[in-house]
């Protein structure tokens, strides 16, 4: 089964200071990951996605994310924290066999003034 | 970019009524749709996937009855909460799979927030 852990259901970090939201899988195949970003009452937007091609992967808003096999993971960076990028993170797994997104339970960002 | 349209945004309603919930991939067609649940600061729950031509997949737990999946086009599922009760208030989120390269995209829609009386 296909799964995702994001440690830190909250993460504060200083305006300008460097972001760092964790993800690790569980995949008995090749995974194919995903950032989304959610802000408040709206749905979700995609930051970036591995797909098996480059393992450094680069979204919008100057976020990008490294796939590491051996480290089973796929943390979110961004060197810069801007107040703008307050907001819930989710990484996801994707499920080839039935369509399916499998969603971690999320990062609350906070970005400190 | 792809867009999926989700109305309506807020709807408020009295215990013992039917909500109904659209979602429409504005620009492709999409054969599955899926049905979110977010509970406040909570992650994303799967509800059910919603095929078009076909009945909904539901996930363990969510009662069929309660949440009615209609794809009755490529471009339109829609999500009926029927008798709703307080304990159903949440956001209901969809989103549209469409299809290409190595694992296709899904966008969301915006969400809707249900809120029950």
């Known amino acids: 089964a296909q799964s995702v852990t994001q440690l830190g259901s909250h993460v504060s970090v200083s305006e300008g200071a460097l972001v760092l939201l964790r993800c690790n899988y569980s995949s008995s195949v090749p995974p194919y990951l995903f950032w989304y970003v959610q802000y408040p009452n709206q749905g979700l937007q995609l930051l970036l996605k591995y797909t098996s091609a480059a393992t450094l992967v680069k979204g919008i808003n100057g976020f990008e994310a490294e796939f590491k096999k051996s480290e089973t993971s796929f943390h979110l960076t961004k060197p810069s924290a801007h107040m703008s990028d307050a907001a819930e993170y989710f990484c996801?797994?994707?499920?080839?066999?039935?369509?399916?997104?499998?969603f971690g339970t999320g990062t609350r960002l906070k970005v400190l003034a | 970019g792809a867009v999926v349209s989700q109305h309506p945004s807020r709807v408020i309603c009295k215990s013992g009524t039917s909500v109904k919930i659209e979602c429409r991939s504005l620009d492709f067609q999409a054969t599955t749709m899926f049905w979110y649940r977010q509970f406040p600061k909570k992650s994303l729950m799967l509800m059910a996937t919603?095929?078009?031509?076909?009945?909904?997949?539901?996930e363990q737990g969510v009662e069929k009855d309660k949440f009615l999946i209609n794809h009755a086009s490529l471009t339109l599922s829609t999500l009926t909460v029927t008798s709703a009760h307080p304990e159903d208030s949440s956001f209901y989120i969809c989103s549209a799979f469409r299809t290409g390269g190595n694992t296709g995209e899904l966008f969301f829609g915006e969400g809707s927030r249900l809120t029950v009386l």
């Open positions: 996801a797994v994707y499920h080839s066999g039935t369509y399916k997104y499998i």
């Open positions: 919603s095929n078009e031509g076909s009945k909904a997949t539901y």
